[in-house]
C-alpha cells in the first residue's frame, strides 16, 4: 500500500496535477469543471455520471500536435493519431481531428465511430491482432491510410483482399523489440511473450518485411513497435527506435526499399493521483526526435516521418467520475486504527481499473469544502462483491457524510471504454462540459436500455 | 504458472468436470451441447457466442434444493436462493424459481429482472452494501421476504421508510465474522477489512440487531454471513455458522428474541479446468445440517431454517463461451521453446475474469478431433491490449488454424454478467440449448446498440 494521501487541489498547468485542466475550486469550496458547479452537475443530470473536459481533451491534443510538429520540423515530419480504445464516442475523435491529430482504431466499432465523426479514411490507422476480414475489407473501402500487419499470415490475406477490391493497401509491419516499458522503467529481453508483433530477434519481422515487398498489392509504409502503457520514463521508447532504424537502414541496403515512415507507438503516462510527474508532450516528442535524428545520422539513411500513438495521455486526465456518497462505514484494523469505507453510487462497472490493474486513484470531497481532520478511507462501489473498489487508500475528510459528492479524476481514459452493466447496472453517461455549457455525448444508459436485449 | 493441461473430455456426471452435463462428442468429433452442434451452432448464430445449458443449469438447480430440503428435514427446513450477480436475464431467475430455488438480487436492475421473470416478491432477498432509496422502496411495494442490511444506518433508513409506506420490512442483519475462505483454505481475522457487513467481534453487528428490535416497522428474521468465493473447502462455513449460532442464543438469552433463520451465504467452488473437485450440493448441505445440528444442540435453543445462495454453482457449469479461431503465432520463448498464441473472436470483453482475478480456465477443440500432438498454447482475445488474455496455459493440438472452433467451458457466470464493450466490441448473446432446440434468451448486440448511446 502507497502512503494514502489527500487529493491534491486543482491546479491548473501542473503537470502533477491529475485534476482537468478547467477544474476549480469555487468561493463555495464546491468543485466545478468547464464551467460547470458539480453540484448543478449532479442535480440536472444525476450521479454518478462521467463529465469530460472538453477544452482540456482538445488542448491535449493539440500540445502533442504541436510539439511533435515542432520537434520533427528539421527531419521528415510527425503525425499524432489519437488510440481509441482508450475512449472513442463519436465526439472524440471529432474533436482530436479538429486539432489536428489522426486516429487510431482496431474493431469495426471503432473504425464505424471513427468515421461517423467524420476523420477522412487516410488519417485512419487499422490495428489488430487478429483483424476479420469483414473489418479489413471495411478498413479498405474507406481508404484507411495503413494498416498494421501483427503476423505473417496476416501479409497475404490483406494482399488478397486489397487485389480483390483493385487497391493497394497501405501497410505496416509491428514489430517486438523486446523493449517493454510502464512506470518509471523498461526491461529488456530477446523475445515477447505476447500476442502482439512480429519479433526483431527472431526473424519474423524480417520476414514479414520481405513477404510484404514480395506482394504488388501491399504498400510498406513503415515499421511499427509499442512497448507498454503508462510509461512515465521516456529511455524504452529510445531503445526500441534505435533497433527499429536499424531494421529499417538493413532493409534499405538489403533490398533497395527505403520505408518512408516510422510508429513509435503509444503509452505515456498520466498523473493518477498527483504522486507522479508525467512527460510533458514536448519532451517526449524532442527525446523521439533526437534519437531518430542521431541513429538516421548514424546509419546513413534519412529520416522517416514518425507517428506516435497517445490515447490515455490525451483523453484520461480530461475526465472525472463523479459520485454520490451513500453509506460511509467505519471498520476496525486488526491492527488497530480503523479504515472508513465510503460506498458511492456506482463501482467496478463504471471503473474496473482498480481491480484490473491494482490501479491507484484519488477522490476529492466535490460539493462543499472541509476542515474536518483527514481520515484513512477507501472509496468502494455498490456491486456485490468484495473487491468492487474505486480508491483503495486516500485521506477524506471525516464528515464526508451520505448526500456528499466525491470526485474522482483522471477516468477520461478506460473508464466508460471498459464499464460493464455488472449486477445489472446501467452504465453512466458520458457529460462533455466546457464554457459553461453541458451536454451528454453519450447518454446514460436506462433499465430499459439492459432490458431491450433481454429476450425473456 | 500451473502445469497446462488438455481440456477434459466431457464427462457427464464427473463432478471434476467442467462442461455441463449434456455435452458429448459427436461421431464427427465435434462437440455438441443440449443435443445442438457447435458447428451448427456458429454457423447460425456466428461467433463468439455464450452458449448456456438449460437442463444442467436447471439440473443444478434442483439439485441444490433438493440436497438442502433432505439435509434439514429434521431441523428448521432450507431455501436456496440463487445469486443473480452470477447470471441474470429473465429466463435464469424463471428457470431456477420453477425449480424451486428464491433469488437473491442486489440492484433494481436485478430486482427489475427477477420481477418480470415472474418470481414472487416473498421469494426474493435485497442484498447490497449502498442500496439506493429508490432500490429500497421498489423492493418494499414488491414485497420483497428479507432486505439484509449491511450497515447501522440502514436500520432507521429502512424502518422510516417502511413506516412512510406502511409496511413491515423482513430484515436480516449482515455479519463479518472473520472468516474469510477461497479455493482449498479459509482464514480467520477478529476484523474484517471489506465494505461489507457489521462485525460480530467489534459489536456492531450487536448494535444493528438491537437497533433493528427497537424498531416496530422491522421484523428481524436472522443473521446472515457470507465468507468468500470459488470456495472448494467446507470447513469455513462450519466456523462462521457456529459464530452466528452463538450470537443466536446470545441474542435469544438477552433479549428474548429467538430469530427464526439463518443465511449461511454462498461461495461454493466450481470446476474450471478440471484439476478442482468441486464441494457437491448434498455434501454442502450434510456439512451445514450437522453444524447447525451440533451447535443448537449445545446452546440449547431450538434450530433456525436455514438458507444458503449459490450463483456460481448454479450458472457457471452451465454455460460455455464459442469462439472462432483466427490468427494462430508461435512465440519463441526467453528460455527456449516455444507458446502458440491462439487468437479469437472475442477476449477480455466477454471473459474478464483471467485478467480481473488470474482465474483459470481450459479451451479445447470443438470443430472437429485432432490427433496432433498438443502444445502449449495461450488463447487470447482480440482487444488492443497485451493482457487480453482468455485462457492463459492450456495444451491444444498442433494443427489448431484459422476458423476452427475453441469452446471454453463454466463461462455461465461473470462471463456475460461482467461483459464490457471494450473497443467498441458488440457483447455477444446467450443462447440457451435445450433438447436439440435453441434460442437467444440474450440477443447479441450489434453496432447499432452501441452507437444508440452515442450523441454524437
Redesign the interface.
Given at each position: 500500500m502507497s502512503t494514502p494521501t489527500t487529493a491534491p487541489e486543482p491546479a491548473p498547468g501542473d503537470r502533477r496535477s491529475p485534476w482537468s485542466r478547467t477544474v476549480r475550486r469555487t468561493a463555495d469550496g464546491s468543485l466545478a469543471v468547464g464551467g460547470r458547479d458539480v453540484r448543478d452537475i449532479a442535480a440536472e443530470h444525476g450521479t454518478p455520471v462521467y463529465v469530460l473536459d472538453e477544452s482540456d481533451l482538445r488542448a491535449r491534443a493539440r500540445t502533442f500536435v504541436t510539439a511533435f510538429r515542432d520537434a520533427f520540423a528539421d527531419l521528415a515530419g510527425a503525425d499524432v493519431y489519437y488510440?481509441?480504445?482508450a475512449f472513442?464516442?463519436?465526439?472524440v475523435p471529432r474533436w482530436v481531428h479538429e486539432e489536428g491529430m489522426h486516429v487510431d482504431v482496431?474493431?469495426?466499432?471503432?473504425l464505424?465511430?471513427a468515421l461517423?465523426a467524420g476523420v477522412p479514411g487516410q488519417a485512419l490507422a487499422l490495428?489488430?491482432?487478429?483483424?476479420?476480414d469483414a473489418e479489413l475489407e471495411r478498413a479498405l473501402r474507406a481508404g484507411v491510410g495503413r494498416i498494421v500487419l501483427?503476423?505473417?499470415?496476416?501479409v497475404d490475406r490483406v494482399a488478397d483482399l486489397a487485389g480483390r477490391l483493385g487497391l493497394r493497401a497501405p501497410v505496416m509491419v509491428r514489430v517486438t523489440t523486446g523493449v517493454h516499458a510502464g512506470g518509471h522503467d523498461y526491461i529488456s529481453?530477446?523475445?515477447?511473450?505476447?500476442?502482439?508483433g512480429l519479433?526483431l530477434a527472431?526473424g519474423a519481422a524480417r520476414a514479414a518485411v520481405d513477404a510484404v515487398l514480395a506482394r504488388p498489392e501491399l504498400t510498406l509504409l513503415g515499421l511499427h513497435s509499442h512497448i507498454g502503457s503508462q510509461i512515465l520514463d521516456l529511455s524504452g521508447f529510445e531503445v526500441a527506435a534505435a533497433a527499429l532504424l536499424r531494421l529499417r537502414a538493413e532493409v534499405a541496403d538489403q533490398t533497395g526499399t527505403l520505408m518512408p515512415e516510422l510508429d513509435l507507438g503509444g503509452g505515456y503516462g498520466i498523473s493518477y493521483t498527483g504522486a507522479d510527474a508525467p512527460p510533458a508532450p514536448d519532451r517526449v516528442a524532442t527525446t523521439l526526435a533526437d534519437v531518430v535524428r542521431r541513429a538516421s545520422a548514424e546509419l546513413g539513411t534519412p529520416p522517416p516521418r514518425v507517428s506516435v500513438e497517445p490515447g490515455r495521455a490525451v483523453a484520461g486526465p480530461a475526465g472525472l467520475t463523479l459520485y454520490r456518497v451513500?453509506?460511509?462505514?467505519p471498520?476496525?484494523?486488526?491492527g488497530g486504527g480503523e479504515?472508513r469505507?465510503v460506498?458511492?453510487?456506482g463501482g467496478m462497472s463504471d471503473n474496473?481499473r482498480t481491480?484490473?490493474y491494482d490501479a491507484e486513484y484519488t477522490a476529492a470531497l466535490a460539493n462543499r469544502r472541509s476542515t474536518a481532520p483527514a481520515v484513512l478511507s477507501?472509496v468502494?462501489?455498490?456491486?456485490?462483491?468484495?473487491g468492487?473498489i474505486v480508491v483503495r487508500d486516500v485521506l477524506l475528510p471525516a464528515d464526508v457524510a451520505?448526500g456528499d459528492l466525491l470526485a474522482v479524476p483522471a477516468t477520461g481514459a478506460y473508464g466508460r471504454?471498459?464499464?460493464?452493466?455488472?449486477?445489472?447496472?446501467?452504465r453512466p453517461?458520458v457529460l462533455a462540459v466546457r464554457d459553461g455549457q453541458s451536454?451528454?455525448?453519450?447518454?446514460p444508459?436506462s433499465?430499459e436500455?439492459?432490458?431491450?436485449?433481454?429476450?425473456?
Open positions: 488510440a481509441s480504445k472513442a464516442s463519436v465526439a482496431s474493431t469495426g466499432g471503432e464505424a465511430v461517423r490495428h489488430g491482432n487478429n483483424k476479420s501483427d503476423s505473417l499470415g496476416e529481453t530477446a523475445h515477447e511473450d505476447q500476442k502482439f519479433s527472431g451513500g453509506t460511509v462505514k471498520v476496525v484494523l486488526d479504515r469505507y460506498s458511492v453510487d474496473i481491480a484490473l477507501r468502494v462501489g455498490k456491486h456485490c462483491e468484495s468492487d451520505p471504454s471498459m464499464a460493464s452493466n455488472y449486477n445489472l447496472v446501467p453517461g451536454r451528454f455525448v453519450v447518454r444508459e433499465e436500455d439492459l432490458l431491450a436485449l433481454d429476450l425473456g
